[in-house]
């Protein structure tokens, strides 16, 4: 009896090559590893793929082939794709006769469908409203639900090494960084706890997760002083953080990601959840043990610090989603 195939979007990201290693480790699936670009095809293959297949959220004439024969998706988008991910889950309701799950990633704070969401009371001060980017990561919640799709929703914390990757120069070549967190604690996720929680539901399958939504965070908050700390012991060098206006960061990154950080500053992302370890079993990660040891695709968390990064300084990465509109 052949292997039920499951399609893996964004595989070349930090959660994606993490999933496809630990799925390749538990041979349940024939793994389809979805690139936009075609050099990454033998790099995806090497983590354990069986096929790699060219897909863009941009272009619609890639997803028909992509979606041949797939049982389940994981769907994961970067949050400028907006759009694209709206336009392709209409399409996965062409298929859910055939596709029996979708693991979706998504962010702690996407809470519509599971809490009582008032805009008027979620938030630690008058006028502090629901961050746009976390209305977005609901939107993309719904349209898989909408379509009709059984959907499991993984709810990330701020992911490790996310919120350092805007000034990896600086800390390799000054030995510091700053962002406006100061002495907001937040329990920082590892992606590569995403990508085993994501790898067991995908497993374990509809029965036991369809229409569940699990809050993934790390074992700790931390401030970024003690992000500092860990970093610089991973690096073996004295680090120090800065600490930045908000207004500078908004001048920098822009209003969409700056009332998030906000958001972040305003304890809302503190808690740490249990829900990892009862998808897991075990604890998650911490930020130094991600920093000084290799996940499943080889990797150490300080390796991959110094890889690429979406948000540049300068550049507001979310003027156009900032734009996009939720159907009615």
């Given amino acids: 009896m052949s292997k039920p195939t499951v ?3 964004s595989a ?7 999933l496809i290693a630990r799925l390749a480790q538990d041979g349940t699936f024939n793994i389809r590893a979805c690139t936009y670009s075609d050099g990454k095809a033998d790099f995806l293959k090497s983590l354990g793929a069986d096929e790699v297949i060219k897909f863009d959220l941009k272009d619609s004439a890639t997803w028909g082939p992509a979606l041949d024969g797939v049982s389940a998706v994981y769907s994961a988008s970067l949050d400028p794709l907006l759009e ?7 399409e996965l309701g062409k298929y ?5 799950h979708v693991v979706r990633i998504s962010c702690m704070g996407a809470d519509t469908n599971t809490a ?3 805009p008027n009371k979620h938030s630690s001060r008058a006028g502090a409203s629901i961050p746009l980017m976390l209305q977005h990561y609901w939107w993309g919640e719904k349209s898989l639900i909408d379509a009709g799709l059984n959907v499991t929703v993984l709810r990330n914390n701020f992911f490790m090494n996310h919120l350092l990757k805007t000034d990896s120069d600086n800390i390799l070549n000054e030995g510091w960084f700053s962002n406006p967190l100061g002495e907001a604690r937040n329990s920082f996720v590892a992606t590569r706890d995403i990508a085993e929680a994501a790898a067991v539901i995908l497993t374990e399958g509809p029965k036991r997760h369809a229409n569940k939504f699990y809050d993934i965070t790390g074992p700790e ?3 970024m002083a003690e992000i500092a700390a860990d970093l610089g012991r991973a690096m073996d060098k004295e ?14 990154f822009g209003s969409t990601r700056a009332e998030f950080f906000e958001y972040l500053v305003n304890g809302f992302y503190t808690r740490c959840s249990p829900d990892f370890y009862n998808i897991t079993g ?28 979406l948000w540049k300084k300068g550049e507001d990465a979310m003027k156009a989603a900032a734009e996009v509109k939720l159907d009615d």
Avoid at 84 to 90: E, I, M, N, V
Avoid at 239 to 252: G, H, I, K, W
Avoid at 282 to 298: F, V
Wanted: charged share 25%; no cysteine; net charge negative.
């Fill in 7 to 9: 399609l893996i979007t």
């Fill in 12 to 18: 070349s990201g930090r959660i994606g090559r993490e």
């Fill in 84 to 90: 694209g991910h709206l336009a392709f889950s209409k």
């Fill in 96 to 100: 859910k006769d055939q596709i029996n």
């Fill in 116 to 118: 009582s969401y008032d």
């Fill in 221 to 223: 908050p931390q401030t």
């Fill in 239 to 252: 680090l120090e953080y800065r600490a930045q206006s908000m207004v500078d960061f908004e001048n920098d």
């Fill in 282 to 309: 075990h604890k998650p990660t911490s930020y130094y043990d991600y920093l000084t040891t290799k996940g499943a695709s080889g990797e150490t968390g300080l390796e991959e610090l110094w890889q690429g990064n």
